[in-house]
């Protein structure tokens, strides 16, 4: 089976809302980082004419794409942050309804990931927790597991705390919000298939404290630290529009993992089921029909896995690259893998489902 990897960042602001960095810069930070693509999602405007290769000096291409972050800006508590992907059309005159929005999203043939889930406050920057609100909602492509922007905003406790974690980001990381993981191993045994995204939320801004004024943080900083990386059937081409295409389709499938690179990088893990038949991938279906399923998860270094389903944890290994598993039960089943670094056992890696049908 021919797979090709491209790793990605999904969750990026431009000066077009409040980031600093426009899509030039951000690409060649980006390829500074190895990444193979980027989407901006700037605050409630879909910005035109910025999609295509950027092409650097040492051979680099980065496919840069556009999305949006569609919120209503007069919503109280603050919150319902939509990352929307592919609908090539302005949308945000529809963020009152949430709903509404996800349907218009699907109707274009675009994708909706719900942001930063669950967050936690950070008193001292004075910024407000923008957790999802709308939890009646349906239809959605996904949910953003992991931002770094927001799990360290949720580390920022007292001044002494924002200092530390500035400098020392790495001691404080440590991976998803346990409410967050519990509601997608919710979502996906109640049978909703959800496709799970990792991000950077990169805005570089510059934070001041008495007299010390430090960007928190630049974003290759961020592009070497939470990402989602694709893992296809299909090759870039080099041509934009094809390119795109493999992506999106890539995340609408949930062919996919999120991989924390700071510990060590996560580019090669993967996770395939196979019965006699058939060999698929994260995000694919297998039947369980009448023999039974080998799950196979590879690492590019030694760490802990865990194969969960329904949000039980139904086999484990310990410093190993490779573990297996037969199942013999219909299910979403997924791997995590934690690390040690700084140490600690922090989260590393989480693979998107295969789903294994009766
Ligand atoms: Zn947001
Ligand atoms: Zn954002």
């Not at 797979?3 to 809302?17: A, F, I, K, M, R």
């Not at 193979?36 to 496919?63: A, C, M, P, Q």
């Not at 023999?291 to 949000?311: D, E, F, H, W, Y």
Request: hydrophobic content about 35%; some cysteine; glycine content about 8%.
């Amino acid at each position: 089976m021919e797979l090709y990897e491209y790793v990605g960042n999904l969750h990026n602001h431009t000066p077009y809302s409040d980031g600093i960095l426009y899509h030039r810069e951000m690409a060649q930070a980006a390829a500074q980082a190895g990444l193979d693509f980027l989407i901006s999602t700037d605050h409630n405007i879909w910005v035109t004419g910025t999609e295509g290769y950027y092409d650097f000096k040492d051979g680099r291409n980065i496919l840069v794409l556009t999305g949006e972050e569609i919120h209503d800006l007069d919503r109280k508590p603050a919150g319902s942050h939509l990352l929307v992907y592919d609908a090539n059309t302005e949308l945000r005159n529809l963020s009152k309804n949430p709903q509404n929005l996800i349907e218009n999203v699907a109707e274009t043939g675009g994708l909706s990931f719900l942001a930063h889930p669950f967050e936690r406050a950070a008193p001292i920057v004075e910024d407000a927790v923008y957790s999802w609100r709308d939890w009646h909602v349906t239809g959605y492509t996904g949910l953003e597991i992991w931002n770094y922007m927001s799990e360290f905003k949720g580390l920022v406790t007292s001044r002494i705390a924002a200092m530390f974690y500035a400098f020392y980001p790495d001691i404080g990381i440590s991976g998803p919000f346990k409410e967050t993981i519990d509601k997608w191993d919710k979502l996906l045994s109640d049978g909703h298939r959800i496709v799970a995204t990792g991000n950077a939320d990169a805005h570089g801004q510059t934070y001041s404290m008495g007299p010390i004024s430090r960007c928190i943080f630049p974003y290759e900083f961020l592009y070497n630290a939470v990402n989602t990386h694709l893992v296809s059937r299909q090759k870039f081409t080099g041509n934009k529009s094809i390119d795109k295409g493999i992506v999106y389709s890539a995340l609408r499938n949930g062919n996919c993992f999120v991989g924390y690179e700071t510990p060590h990088p996560t580019r090669g893990f993967r996770f395939s089921a196979s019965n006699e038949h058939i060999d698929c991938i994260m995000g694919e279906e297998i039947s369980i029909s009448d023999k039974s399923i080998r799950l196979i998860a590879n690492a590019p270094t030694q760490c802990n896995m865990q194969i969960v389903c329904n949000g039980q944890t139904i086999a484990e290994s310990r410093n190993q690259t490779e573990m297996h598993f037969i199942v013999s039960e219909p299910g979403a089943y997924r791997v995590q893998a934690t690390i040690n670094h700084k140490s600690r056992e922090r989260s590393w890696i989480f693979s998107n489902p295969i789903y294994v049908v009766p």
